[in-house]
């Protein structure tokens, strides 16, 4: 026997050189969705819960920056109601009972072994039934512990790459994930996988005092602020607002160094600070880049496509190349992202990752030239590329739905993420780009970038120290 569930799930159209795939969407996938969509997941990250405390650090008036272009929605596309099947094991026969035995046979007690014995068959059962759904691929499962674990150890008691004098902060940013203890849970672990490093959670107005009482045990400095009466496109002024103070109050607590993560979102790895601090010594920064250092960013939603489009979910840096990153100055009602799938007209949209981006690019004096060639050489020049799978990342947003279209796939599209190894290639200077943004313009989102135009031009490799060609 079996049960039927009906999961509504978004469908997109994926053009590829030959054929055309329907591709169902994974929830809340940072730009991955149409902007409009991405802001109606991104409120649940950002929004501010309901008055109901007090102000420890009142927001500041904040300086509003208008500008951009208001683009109309268009009509979201019409949710398709698939039918699934939930497996359930066949029901085994009853025993006879004896004549005057008038009670049930004991049901049998679940336990944690009898659980994971459970999980692995339906694993299997599942895997099973994809790969005969899907030949050309392989179905893959992976478990994150809902309870604070690290999921490496740590190689030394003393972190080999601090310097006397420097101490890293960790600013996390965003309202209390109360849902499993994620946003607790990921403070007390990070206590115990970067013991070193200065806690400090920047949240909204209203934090309930259980929280704050077991947040505050572990040690964690909490700022609780105003959030900006504009949330800005896609609710970036709540970012960049949370953000900003957690800065600040890093900087009076001499930090040197930040580790910006969300509330959404944990590090399995030990020593996670350790290791971006490491990257950044090992790939020193040009003395005239405006910059104290290089900012180490997640590779998940660093586009490789879209120009000044550098991961914000996770960042690693100087404090005051991160005080500048996360200027407070805020977006006027003005700058408004619409629903854009064409890749030409997505590109010029307000993005929360590329303002941000431009707007510290142009205060280190940098001039922006607009093409894939420069973006490269800014990825290559001014910062460093950290796979998820380096810190073990996660992301409720992007797990949170159970099912992700082959990553695999993406990264032969023009929404392509930039991992560490071609981040890598670019630093040495063995490749540049060979498609342009008007190649790409008439393009859908997703759509593949022909393998015939795409591959890299390859230069010699730049002698050490030599910056990459422009």
Known sequence: ???????????????????????????????????????????????????????????????????GTATGSEPEEAEETFETETLEEPAEPAEALDDGDATEADETPETPESRDEALRRLSNELASRLDGCTADAWGLF????????????????????????????IVMQGPVIDEDELTLGTL??????????????????????????????????IVESDPPKCRGPQNLNLQIASTAQGMRQAQSLGCTHVLKTRTDTRIHASDADQFCRGLLMQFPLAEDAGQVERIAVLDFATRLFMPYHPSDIMMFGHIDDMLRYWNPKLYGEKVTSGHETQFGRLVRQPLPEMMLCKRFLRSTGATLQGTLAH???????????????????????????????????????????????????????????????????????????HEGNCRPRREPLAAAGQQPPG
């Open 142 to 169: 992976r478990r994150f512990p809902k309870s604070p674990t690290s999921s490496t150890l740590s190689v030394s008691t003393r972190p080999p790459a601090v310097s006397d004098g420097e101490k890293t902060g």
């Open 188 to 221: 007390r672990l990070y206590r115990e996988t970067m013991p070193e490093a200065v806690p400090i959670l920047s949240t909204w107005r209203g934090l309930s005092s259980e929280n704050r009482d077991r947040i505050e045990a572990l040690g964690v400095t």
């Open 1 to 67: 026997m079996s049960k039927r569930n009906l999961i509504p799930w978004r469908k997109k159209t994926v053009a590829g050189p030959d054929r055309t795939h329907d591709i169902a969407s994974s929830e809340g996938v940072d730009v991955d969705e149409p902007p409009d969509a991405e802001q109606a997941a991104e409120a649940d990250a950002e929004s501010p819960p309901e008055d109901t405390g007090t102000v420890d650090v009142a927001q500041p008036a904040a300086e509003v920056e208008d500008g």
């Open 375 to 449: 973006w490269w050489q800014i990825l290559a020049q001014r910062f460093v590329v950290v796979d998820r799978t380096s810190v073990d990342h996660f992301w409720i947003k992007e797990y949170g739905s159970g099912y992700h279209p082959n990553q695999s796939q993406w990264d032969r599209t023009n929404m392509a993420i930039c991992h560490f190894p071609q981040w890598l290639q670019m630093h040495l200077g063995g490749v540049r780009p060979a498609v342009d943004l008007k190649d790409l313009a008439q393009q859908q989102m997703f759509d593949f970038v």
